[in-house]
């Protein structure tokens, strides 16, 4: 299996530790690395004419973080104002001069879920997944889906930029 995060001489770990982040009518699945930290949801900053999925800046930690909604950039219906919102913070990826952290707004608290390459699976779908979404998975019996954080990150730094 070929994974940009192996080596030949540095294996797989046998258990990778994620988070299951709720968003509306699903959930989100990433390595727990990938999130700097999960805060109470509080209103960003909102520019005037903006896209749907751009929420606004957020103040986090003496930064301005951009905030999205992960499904309204997939395309997807979400309850913007819903009761027990949290916020996760990510860590940036790929242009982390530019964009070092992004947020992602969640209808709920995250939980920790270990996984091992035997309980992780691919799920076909009928449903054609969005733009922001690389493909569904089971994970320890839990359906998720794993999003393109490429994609999120070019779609902020097209628009902040």
Do not use: C
Not at 2 to 26: C, G
Not at 31 to 59: C, F, S
Not at 71 to 97: D, T
């Amino acid at each position: 299996m070929n994974s940009p995060y192996a080596t030949d001489s540095e294996p797989l770990p046998e258990e990778l530790v994620t988070f299951l982040m709720p968003i509306t009518n699903k959930y989100l699945l990433l390595p727990n690395v990938t999130v700097a930290e999960i805060i109470h949801h509080r209103v960003p900053k909102q520019p005037d004419d903006m896209p749907t999925w751009y929420l606004g800046m957020l103040e986090w930690r003496g930064q301005k973080v951009p905030m999205v909604s992960f499904e309204a950039l997939n395309e997807e219906p979400f309850q913007a104002g819903a009761q027990r919102q949290n916020i996760a913070v990510l860590n940036g990826i790929s242009a982390l001069e530019k964009l070092p952290f992004l947020a992602v707004l969640t209808q709920g608290a995250p939980r920790l879920l270990r996984i091992t390459s035997e309980e992780i699976s691919a799920i076909e779908t009928e449903d054609k997944h969005g733009p922001a979404e690389l493909m569904t998975v089971s994970a320890n019996g839990e359906r998720a889906s794993i999003p393109d954080l490429n994609f999120i990150e070019s779609s902020i730094l097209e628009l902040i930029a």
